[in-house]
Antibody, heavy 122, light 107 residues
Framework: EVQLVQSGSQMKKPGESLKISCKAS????????IGWVRQEAGKGPQWMGF????????RVNPSFRGQVTISVDKSLTTAYLQWSSLKASDTAMYFC???????????????WGQGTTVTVSS | DVQMTQSPSSVSASVGDRVTITCRAS??????ISWYQQKPGEAPKLLIS???TLQSDFPLRFSGRGSGTDFSLTINDLQPEDVATYYC?????????FGGGTKIDMK
């Protein structure tokens, strides 16, 4: 079974760092784009970016460039989303997702993690 | 960024109705659009890829069409389990962008 399992919810203070994870299983991890989607409460999804594990080619939404780091560890078949200095505006649900189609990012996201809630508050 | 204008933002319909949601892209995206269904408290689920390809998890009453800038998702014979919010997403250009969503509820 193809599955993405995300790390647990986090409560942090502004200025703190955070790294959340997404463990993939059941498919050839190296060959499918995997990335992150942000969703604030009551709002639509927002594509943050993704990475191709085979060569670590990474694309990041300019809205998030410099704010987050997207990475993978192929040996652990795990993707990561990292912040060095959180802001209150980072409060949201974060989903990891696998893109459909070998080597493709044009067929949508066919497998999703369960979501990680990040709350940033002083 | 490519803007995806989705309408209506909400619709109230009855069991058996046909519901059509439209999405208009701010520039030509060929057929590179995906549609998702999201139920409260859940992750979105891929419903349609490449404008017309229905995912195997979904019944044939769902269909998508369109190319260029104008797209639609149609649900025939609406069922109670179709109550959800539906989003379009263009995957032709970076950043990939979503429409604002259409919330379907039952009359």
């Amino acid at each position: 079974e193809v599955q993405l399992v995300q790390s647990g919810s986090q409560m942090k203070k502004p200025g703190e760092s955070l790294k959340i994870s997404c463990k993939a299983s059941g498919y050839n991890f190296d060959k499918y784009w995997i990335g992150w989607v942000r969703q604030e409460a009551g709002k639509g999804p927002q594509w943050m970016g993704f990475v191709y594990p085979e060569d670590s080619d990474t694309r990041v939404n300019p809205s998030f460039r410099g704010q987050v780091t997207i990475s993978v560890d192929k040996s652990l078949t795990t993707a990561y989303l990292q912040w060095s200095s959180l802001k209150a505006s980072d409060t949201a649900m974060y989903f990891c997702a696998k893109w459909a189609g070998v080597g493709s990012y044009s067929l949508g996201m066919d497998v999703w993690g369960q979501g990680t809630t990040v709350t940033v508050s002083s | 960024d490519v803007q995806m204008t989705q309408s209506p933002s909400s619709v109230s319909a009855s069991v058996g109705d046909r519901v059509t949601i439209t999405c208009r892209a701010s520039q030509d995206i060929s057929a590179w659009i995906s549609w998702y269904q999201q139920k409260p408290g859940e992750a979105p689920k891929l419903l349609i890829s490449a404008s017309t390809t229905l995912q195997s998890d979904f019944p044939l009453r769902f269909s998508g069409r369109g190319s260029g800038t104008d797209f639609s998702l149609t649900i025939n014979d609406l069922q109670p389990e179709d109550v959800a919010t539906y989003y379009c997403q263009q995957v032709a250009f970076f950043p990939q962008t979503f429409g604002g969503g259409t919330k379907i509820d039952m009359k």
